[in-house]
């Protein structure tokens, strides 16, 4: 109880510090969320220009894909301001040589690394999905009170555990090899193919982000079974792919520790 | 006196190109990896044509759209300007008040060091998409005097977006950070210049408000150069509102340094 | 020798804003700003000759680097003139930067990924350098301060001390009348300043160069300045020879005695002792009260002396003195 409590006054003045800082450079910062607004809303503007010009894609209405893509921003926010800011914060500092202080403090590296990497921002992004996601379930008729909006949720917190842990993998590469940019680089414009329904991919493209790399956790997977429901059979194969990487990418990120470490620094 | 200015130009276009030359492993990276959205459209739009069951929507064929994003890939490459980041920098950590006791002014500095630094970039990744786009996305060769014209075009391109981006760039000396400013920027220059979707999916009188921006002559105007869109006179005519837009934008950087110059001194970077 | 630079009068204010501490100031802050006026230059006149080395010195604030971003063309005065070379600097920016050549020791200067060499090939362009006369001079100055084969390596690998040679070239490559030098020995070790200083008279004798140097470091103006301005709370308190300096202000001496026994405590008219260890005294002398030869006679006779040595003040102390002084 005591630990925890710790860690929560931890994360909360973390979080209270990187408010601090960023509205020093005030403009700056209302522009940034700004910035977020406007590359976020973009989406669901091109939405509309495909929905009035065409019928669409199929399988999926105005509302049903405004839904769809509320969940990517959401989960995508949420790994813009936790995870990938993390995996930056490491890449530059293991660049500058001061990554050793997140192995000197008598504390989880990992965790350590997470309260001092929040991008403030990325709030801006992830409060952006949730607006997009509650105004197609209102034009959709569709209620918070059940069971699918829960099966829902449970989804997008799979979501939010990919992006953590393919972020920390392409950490961890950041100490077993060199120019992990250019992983990170090849990740996100994979990832961008998580912005439209799997369905419209080929069979071979939608097994690789289901099974292989499980974007579809961010966005297909959540939305459709909001609106269709799920089996049993469906969850478990969605979400089990995420149990996996969150293993793997823990696995290789002691490994990578170890080696740090052992490396002399 | 020009061949002064031309010789400034050549050498510090060449500075341009040695330090791009240190970043080739993430053109390559970056010309790797591109082409992947080409699919992603590709499967997109293959699904929506199939849904609607229109051979030509808003005046595209689906082969045609595909072209669309193929060009619209290569022009990106062109137009892709950091120098509003460079400027930011310098300006932060003080090695701007050094570009100003040069005897070259911070523009040309600036432009000839972006032409340098961008030359490297755009063949490595503009040439690999060009072939996959004919192999692979059934990009048709224009007619000669299309292609020539493409090329023009898009240099012109190419100053446009610069000027903007640098009179964004000005905009540190009063923000200091601009990452912000920068992110939208990147964006709105994107989406209204046809990136995400051409623009022809838009409302009328948005298309309208469009050809009185500068926007749409950053991409969507070379692209349709190319798929001979234009009759031969109306490409010409295109191609002088890009350079009055080039020279407009080219004024207003004018006005803008000068009082980013009185800023700077004032402030005491 | 003919006098190059004309400074009458200038004066220069600023406007900044200051924030406080803390969250709840910082969201204050977003709403509303409070700005201070802030006088850097007050009316500051001087001239200086072709071929001088002069010192620029004061406390930080004092408007040492407003004066030189003012003689570099890049600072508009609030008020005042100012002629260097011929030209109002800020007014024919272009024209007069070609004659003049900055140093900043703390800002970089030198594309950083790519070689010093880059860089001068760049320069050697830009401002006109024939070809010939380009290699004459860097193979001159590169010799001179030993970094021939460094500046082959990228900016980013040199260490400070290579830093600040290279800078110092890139000012120097195209003969400039003036060279502005800002905190350049900062960083340094003895030899690297030793080695600067050395390059800096070679080329003033040479060239005739004329340098204008900011620091803080008193070595700096020892050796290399035979006028100092210094300059406080934005105005000129001292504008003059460092020689009359020392006679105005040189009230005391300092002596640094040792001794072949213990040091014992002894009391002597104008004389202080100023830190003692076993076998040392450090005594410092007001020269009103007693004079030297007494002094030591004094020692020589009490106690077995080895070693006196008999010295000047620093100088740090004597511009402490002005500073004093002239508080405003």
Redesign the interface.
């Given at each position: 109880m005591n630990l925890l409590s710790k860690l929560v006054r931890i994360e909360l003045k973390s979080i209270?510090l990187e408010?601090?800082a960023d509205?020093?450079?005030?403009?700056?910062?209302?522009?940034?969320?700004?910035?977020?607004w406007?590359?976020d809303f973009?989406g669901p503007?091109?939405a509309l220009?495909?929905y009035?010009?065409?019928?669409?894609?199929?399988g999926w209405g105005l509302y049903e894909f405004l839904l769809f893509q509320g969940t990517v921003t959401l989960v995508f926010g949420f790994g813009n301001t936790f995870a990938w800011s993390m995996t930056y914060k490491v890449i530059e500092t293991v660049r500058d040589g001061e990554f050793d202080k997140y192995l000197v403090k008598p504390l989880n590296t990992l965790f350590y690394l997470f309260t001092e990497s929040i991008n403030s921002?990325g709030f801006a992004e992830i409060f952006a999905g949730c607006a997009i996601v509650v105004f197609a379930m209102a034009k959709l008729g569709l209620s918070l009170f059940s069971f699918n909006f829960l099966l829902y949720l449970v989804l997008v917190l799979s979501g939010f555990a990919f992006e953590m842990a393919i972020s920390i993998l392409v950490s961890s590469a950041a100490f077993l090899v060199v120019?992990s940019?250019?992983l990170m680089?090849?990740y996100f414009?994979?990832s961008?193919?998580a912005r439209?329904p799997l369905?419209?991919?080929?069979g071979g493209?939608k097994f690789f982000l289901t099974f292989i790399i499980p974007l579809g956790v961010s966005s297909f997977y959540p939305a459709t079974i909001l609106l269709k429901g799920a089996t049993p059979v469906l969850l478990l194969s969605t979400i089990l792919p995420v149990f996996v990487f969150c293993a793997v990418s823990i696995l290789l990120w002691n490994r990578a520790m170890k080696k740090y470490s052992s490396a002399g620094g | 006196m020009i061949a002064k200015i031309l010789r400034n130009y050549w050498a510090t276009g060449k500075m341009g190109l040695k330090v791009g030359l240190q970043y080739r492993?993430?053109f390559l990276?970056?010309m790797?990896?591109?082409p992947?959205?080409l699919f992603?459209y590709f499967?997109?739009w293959?699904?929506?044509?199939?849904?609607?069951?229109?051979e030509i929507?808003?005046g595209f064929t689906f082969s045609t759209l595909i072209e669309y994003y193929v060009l619209s890939m290569i022009v990106g490459f062109f137009t892709w300007c950091d120098v509003d980041k460079w400027i930011s920098q310098d300006v932060r950590h003080g090695r701007i008040i050094s570009a100003f006791v040069a005897p070259m002014s911070i523009l040309s500095q600036n432009l000839a060091f972006e032409v340098g630094i961008n030359a490297l970039a755009i063949i490595l990744e503009m040439i690999p998409v060009f072939l996959i786009g004919f192999v692979l996305f059934g990009l048709h060769a224009a007619p000669l005097f299309n292609f020539i014209m493409f090329f023009v075009s898009v240099a012109l391109a190419f100053l446009l977006a610069f000027f903007i981006s640098f009179n964004v760039g000005l905009s540190s000396f009063w923000?200091?950070?601009?990452?912000?400013?920068r992110?939208?920027r990147r964006?709105?220059i994107y989406?209204l210049s046809g990136g995400?979707?051409p623009l022809s999916?838009?409302?009328g009188w948005v298309q309208d408000v469009s050809h009185f921006l500068p926007f749409e002559y950053i991409r969507s105007v070379p692209i349709k150069i190319y798929l001979a869109d234009y009759s031969a006179l109306a490409i010409l005519g295109q191609i002088g509102i890009q350079v009055a837009w080039i020279v407009l934008l080219y004024l207003l950087s004018i006005a803008i340094y000068k009082r980013a110059f009185k800023q700077f001194t004032g402030a005491g970077v | 020798m003919a006098e190059i630079i004309h400074v009458k009068d200038l004066k220069k204010t600023f406007r900044t804003h200051a924030?406080k501490e803390?969250?709840f100031n910082?969201?204050k802050?977003?709403f509303h700003r409070e700005y201070q006026t802030k006088y850097a230059l007050n009316g500051v006149s001087f001239d200086i000759k072709e071929g001088e080395i002069v010192g620029f010195i004061g406390p930080n604030g004092a408007g040492k680097s407003t004066t030189i971003k003012a003689l570099a063309g890049v600072l508009y005065p609030s008020s005042g003139t100012m002629n260097v070379l011929g030209y109002t600097p800020w007014k024919d920016r272009i024209k007069y930067v070609k004659n003049i050549g900055v140093v900043f020791g703390q800002k970089p200067q030198l594309t950083w990924d790519l070689p010093p060499l880059d860089t001068y090939g760049l320069n050697r362009v830009i401002y006109d350098i024939p070809r010939d006369e380009f290699k004459k001079r860097l193979d001159y100055m590169a010799e001179l301060l030993d970094v021939k084969e460094i500046i082959k390596n990228p900016t980013r690998d040199l260490s400070l001390g290579e830093h600040m040679k290279c800078k110092l070239i890139n000012a120097l490559l195209h003969n400039p009348k003036l060279v502005f030098l800002d905190e350049p020995s900062i960083g340094l070790d003895v030899v690297a300043k030793d080695r600067m200083r050395q390059f800096i008279l070679e080329v003033n004798k040479k060239y005739k160069t004329t340098f204008i140097i900011t620091t803080h470091d008193m070595g700096d103006i020892e050796k290399l300045c035979k006028r100092i301005i210094i300059i406080n709370h934005g105005l000129i308190v001292y504008d003059g020879l460092i020689e009359k300096i020392k006679q105005k202000y040189l009230t005391h001496k300092h002596l640094a005695v040792k001794f072949n026994e213990k040091a014992r405590k002894f009391k002597l008219k104008g004389c202080k002792i100023l830190s003692e260890t076993d076998c040392e005294l450090k005594l410092e002398l007001d020269t009103h009260l007693q004079n030297i030869k007494n002094a030591i006679n004094y020692l020589i006779t009490n106690f077995d002396v080895e070693d006196i040595v008999v010295e000047d003040p620093p100088i740090e102390e004597i511009i402490q003195k002005i500073y004093k002084e002239n508080k405003v």
């Open positions: 209270g408010l601090s509205m020093a450079y005030k403009t700056n910062f209302f522009i940034k969320c700004l910035a977020v406007t590359y973009v503007i091109v220009l495909i009035s010009t065409t019928l669409g894609i199929p921002e120019k940019e250019a680089n090849l414009k994979i961008d193919f439209y369905n419209v991919y080929s493209v | 492993f993430s990276v970056t790797l990896t591109t992947l959205a992603m499967f997109l293959k699904s929506i044509y199939s849904v609607t069951g229109q929507i808003q923000l200091k950070k601009i990452d912000g400013l992110r939208i964006t709105l989406f995400l979707i999916f838009f409302p | 924030r803390g969250l910082a969201v802050s977003l």
